[in-house]
């Protein structure tokens, strides 16, 4: 069982940054591909950012496009979103998703095999 825990959410202005971490545990970190998704009030959960389970392939939704960046630290066994440029319209929930399955779509939900609570990000204008 992989448990995936997520931090960092919180209150940015406009313009400002934040930077989410997600650690996992349970398995090998290394053989399991990373995403981040968000889900906003009455929307659907949405593709954000995903990082190869080497590190070497990294995909971005077009909304957050040049302003996030995700990486992962295989000794620390932590995936992280770096935000920056921040909008009103990143408010959301941000959800943390790990997959065992390799050659799989990483922008798409339901190939992820694990999740984590989420974490509030809310930023105003």
């Known amino acids: 069982q992989v448990q995936v825990v997520e931090s960092g959410g919180g209150l940015a202005q406009a313009g400002g940054s934040l930077r989410l971490s997600c650690a996992a545990s349970?398995?090998?970190?290394?053989?399991?591909?990373m995403g981040w998704f968000r889900q906003a009030p009455e929307k659907e959960r949405e593709f954000v950012a995903a990082?190869?389970?080497?590190?070497?392939?990294?995909y971005y939704a077009d909304s957050v496009k040049g302003r996030f960046t995700i990486s992962r630290e295989h000794a620390k066994n932590t995936v992280s979103l770096q935000m920056n440029s921040l909008k009103p319209d990143d408010t959301a929930i941000y959800y943390c998703?790990?997959?065992?399955?390799?050659?799989?779509?990483?922008?798409?939900?339901?190939?992820?095999?694990?999740w984590g609570q989420g974490t509030q990000v809310t930023v105003s204008s």
């Open positions: 998703g790990a997959t065992v399955v390799g050659g799989t779509d990483l922008t798409i939900r339901n190939n992820y095999n694990y």
């Open positions: 990082i190869s389970w080497n590190g070497g392939s990294t």
């Open positions: 349970g398995r090998t970190f290394g053989s399991y591909a």
